[in-house]
């Protein structure tokens, strides 16, 4: 439950957060959420992955369906990711989640190590 | 190492209070480390990778200009600069139709749109005007843009915003359309900026009057400074003779067709430059070498069609005008298509982003289209300095001081460059020791640059007057002052006239004058003046019916003066032949000339070639390539295989015929026209250029020809093995993104014919930039289309989507709004402007 519950609160403060602050501040989100619901290191991880993961990667893909895939097409062939829509949106996951993983894992040792 | 934001990060996490001091600090310190780095790392510009995490952020990056298919450009906006209210009628193809009640709010709109749906385009082509495409892309710019700073570029423009800034009204208008433009920029939220912005991790920058007039002296750069080859040419007379020069260079082709039909008396000039007296011995027979050469030497295709009929030769009844600028074609294109209406006017047609009007369209009562001059109106002159420092040079016996310009290049991620450029009483010294342009070892002799762009004056106020002209009397008045880049005014009106006026400010020289560097120790080689205005070239309703011009010499050897530049012949051969042999001309007749083919060249080369060609001396495979040239119909269609084989075989004859005689120095040299190589062929099989200077034994011209064909076919049997013979594979058409190395933002691959030569203009990334047919009926009928769209977004459906239209020569209907249409269906959005009290 824990675990869910994280996923969800850092995918939504990171949303909230992206509406007015830099994209970087969801490692804010993703640490405060961690610090908060306090996991293990490697749950929290997850957690902080899959939240942000989740969050850019399903922004991403709605984008590009309402988009038709007009921009993502030709960005993929120029970073070079071979055109493909598909792994741009999985790039783009991949990148913010990382972030936030790290972040969540941050977090929680400082919880623990608040202990 | 820590930027400050990072720091901000660390600190968030650190304000959770410690109780104990048995703690897991480490791992903690570490993933800190870790994620700050990370957040870093994505948060940093990495060379020319952008910063990736703001890239990829689906709330800031990329994804946020992935415009929705069904975008909804409705809007209301009220905005201090405006006088009154005003709508803009989008139609389906986000063409702008701005209704306002004056003129100040009709062009503060103007810079909106322009902004709103090109900002990158707008911000880009200024600054690289202006010497500051370094700031974009880095140290590798420099050298362009230290060219352009010593072109005088941003002096031209200063000129021409005190020229602009004299006169009230077009104050007023440039100060509305710039006030637009910034009205957008400080609306703008940073997930809105254009993409190219994203990539490039830079700002958009406020707009000028200056920005507005480097726009327009960057199109007099890419009319006008690439039509002379003065460098090239000195180093032509230093081995060539001046009989030869006359025969490898002529002026009048032998088979021109000029704008004003053979034949027309031209009256006693009004000025008659003299010849110096010293003339011959320091200049026209003077053997010497220039090493400089420009970087970026506009391409000499930057040419057009336009031709107009008459009454007397259409199906109505009424005159039909048509128009095609062959410029380097880009993504966004370099058109704007607009519809602009107040209560005193109403003009439809195609505006050049950063600029205020409609450069080529019509309204209700005329309709009018602009080609090229192609005349020389810039000149060397060679400049003794004093000394290193160039504070003083020699002119007329004494030494007088040069006026210094410190120019400071910013470099994106490295060190500011300083260039110093003296200005003498000829304009800029464009080369000297420190700058050679494309010759990067050159010793340094110092040309000083004498071009009419430099020249206070308004171009756009012509454009204003076109907008409201009525008759062929506006439209001739609204042409006298303009100056820099010449241009062929073709025009048509309602009430039946036709008529072209070349029109630009051109200087009178003595014969051969300005064609090579001249010596600028004195005043005497120095221009004398120039052509009266009503004495530049034009003609007003021709008995024949119609008109046409397409970048050829405008007059035949009649004309008074000696005006030398870089005509393009074989268009206008071609239009002119059509337009004679057809009668009862409509609309579809002329759809069919712009999408035209034939090879007027290639009709005569086709002889010359098979009558020289030893067919013994061939293999199987090259009698192959032979018997398809023959066959060919001289069409240079998208599937034709001909068209591929004469123009390989074509361009190594050429290679074979002069590349001995013009790479004896190393130096750049003027190859002849392929117009002069042709008819040097036609008038002499004994060529004695043919034979090549550099082998013991004597070529003749079946030796040559044949020899060019073999080597051409070896290139051929490589791409007829890449599928690549026919014609629109082999030159593989792109319309690039205006930064070229973003290969997907481009279109390539393009099912396009056509090649410089020939109408339908096509080349590899070049070509007819808008095509517009107006048949001045009433109401009027016109027709156009641009390989591009409205938008300048890679992300928008608007970005590309009239290029396959484009390809196959197909138009939209151009709607001409009018006042009664405000709910007319074909009305898709609707932009409410309001002053802000």
Known sequence: MKFITAIILTALLSFISGLFLPWWCLAIAAGAVAAVIHQKAGKAFLAGLLGVF???AGLAWWMDMKNNSVISHKVASILPLGGSSWALILVTGLVGGLVGGFAAITGSFLRSSAK | MLTDENRKILVTFLIFPHH??????????????????????????????????????PQHGLWQNAEPEDQSFDAELSFSGLKGRAEVYFDDRLVPHVFAENDEDLYFIQGYLHAKFRLFQLDLQTKAAAGRASEMAGKKAVQYDREQRRLGMVYAAENAVKEIEKDPVSKAIFDAYTSGVNAYISSLKEPDIPIEYKLLNIKPERWSNLRTALLLKMMAKNLSSGTESDLANTNAKSIFMPDELRILYPQVPDSLVPIVPKGTVFNKPGIVPVKPVLADSLYLTKKDMVTAGEISKPDVNNGSNNWVVAGSKTQSGAPILCNDPHLELSLPSIWYEIQLVTPNSNAYGVSLPGSPFIIIGFNDSIAWGVTNSQRDV????????????????????????????????????GKDVIDTVAYTIFGPVMYDESFQGADSIGKGRNLAVRWTAHDPSNEGYTFYKLNRAKNYDDYAEALKTFTCPGQNFVFASKSGDIAIWQQGKFPARWDRQGLYVMPGEDSSFMWQGFIPQQENPHIKNPERGFLQSANQRPVDSAYPYFIPGSYITPRGITIDNKLAAMTGITVKDMMTLHGNYFNTLAEDAKGILLKYIRENELSDKEKEYLQIFRNWDLMASPDSKGQTIYQCWWDSLEAEIWKDELSRAKLPFPWPEEQTTMEILKRDSVLHYADNINTPQVENLPDVVTAAFKKAATGLAQKETEGKLEWAKFKNSTVYHLIKDLKGFARSGLQVGGNGNIINAVTHSHGPSWRMIVHLTTPTEAYGVFPGGQSGNPGSRFYDHDIDTWVEVRYNKLWFMREGDRTDKNIKWVMKFSSKS
């Open chain 1, 54 to 56: 989740l969050l850019w």
């Open chain 2, 20 to 57: 104990s001091p048995s703690m897991r600090i480490v791992p903690f310190t570490v993933s800190a480390i870790i994620t700050t780095g990370l957040v870093f790392a994505l948060n940093k510009q990495w060379g020319s990778v952008s910063p990736m995490g703001k890239f990829l952020s």
């Open chain 2, 378 to 413: 810039k000149d060397y002159y060679e400049i003794k300095f004093k000394d290193k420092s160039k504070a003083e040079y020699w002119f007329n016996g004494k030494w007088e001081k040069t006026i210094r310009k410190e120019e400071t290049i910013k470099v994106k991620g």
